[in-house]
């Protein structure tokens, strides 16, 4: 079991930059998945960025690449550095883990992953 701890949250003005953090219970293992998610009132949940801990690879939804970086600082602590921030970035941001099974480019094609954390929000207003 894995617990996860997001923090970073907060409010910007258009343009401004936020970084998330997520900070999980045990060191993350080398095989799993780790991903940012975040979920809008009234919007489903979707997947924002990805990262393979075995690997390094990394992946973002079309709407935020070049403006977030998502990356691992150490064994245990998740980064999501969000540049430029717009207003339509307005949602609660998850962390979530998946012991990637199938995977690394099918654990980006679903929100049914492993273990999640309980968000923190971000609004950026115009």
């Known amino acids: 079991q894995v617990q996860l701890v997001e923090s970073g949250g907060g409010s910007v003005q258009a343009g401004g930059s936020l970084r998330l953090s997520c900070v999980a219970s045990?060191?993350?293992?080398?095989?799993?998945?780790m991903a940012w998610f975040r979920q809008a009132p009234g919007k489903e949940r979707e997947g924002v960025s990805f990262?393979?801990?075995?690997?390094?690879?990394t992946a973002y939804a079309d709407s935020v690449k070049g403006r977030f970086t998502i990356s691992q600082h150490n064994a245990n602590t998740l980064y999501l550095q969000m540049d430029n921030l717009k207003p339509e970035d307005t949602a609660m941001y998850y962390c979530?883990?998946?012991?990637?099974?199938?995977?690394?480019?099918?654990?980006?094609?679903?929100?049914?992953?492993?273990?999640w954390g309980q968000g923190t929000q971000v609004t950026a207003s115009s």
């Open positions: 990262i393979s801990i075995l690997t390094g690879a």
């Open positions: 979530a883990a998946d012991r990637c099974l199938n995977g690394f480019r099918a654990a980006q094609g679903t929100a049914a992953w492993d273990f």
């Open positions: 045990s060191s993350i293992n080398s095989r799993y998945c």
